[in-house]
């Protein structure tokens, strides 16, 4: 993109608002075709998170309500999932440490 309008300009960021790089882990596209740097919206959603628990809370208790049986469901069905991945990590950090 070229040009001095509001597009073109984000087009050309490198860095967010606090010198975080727009590379490729480090960035969302959003629907409207903005971009975000996920070092900051990480850190945004956790403030979020912690903010409205409450809210969160009450959003979860209806969800649960309404689909009964659904989260052993889940746990069932997802459990151990997280254990393999972390299994996979430590294998990859030994292989490149060599030890
Ligand atoms: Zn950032």
Redesign the pocket.
């Known amino acids: 993109m070229r040009g001095i309008g509001p597009s073109a300009v984000n087009a050309a960021k490198t860095?967010?608002?606090?010198?975080?790089p727009l590379t490729d882990g480090?960035l969302i596209h959003r629907k409207d075709g903005s971009k975000t740097?996920?070092?900051?919206?990480r850190a945004y959603m956790r403030g979020w998170n912690k903010e409205n628990r409450a809210k969160i809370n009450v959003y979860r208790k209806r969800w649960l309500d309404r689909h009964p049986g659904k989260m052993a469901e889940m746990n069932k069905k997802y459990s151990g999932r997280h254990k393999k991945y972390r299994a996979k990590k430590r294998e990859e950090a030994r292989d490149e440490f060599g030890t």
């Open positions: 860095s967010c608002n606090l010198g975080h480090n740097c996920w070092t900051c919206h």
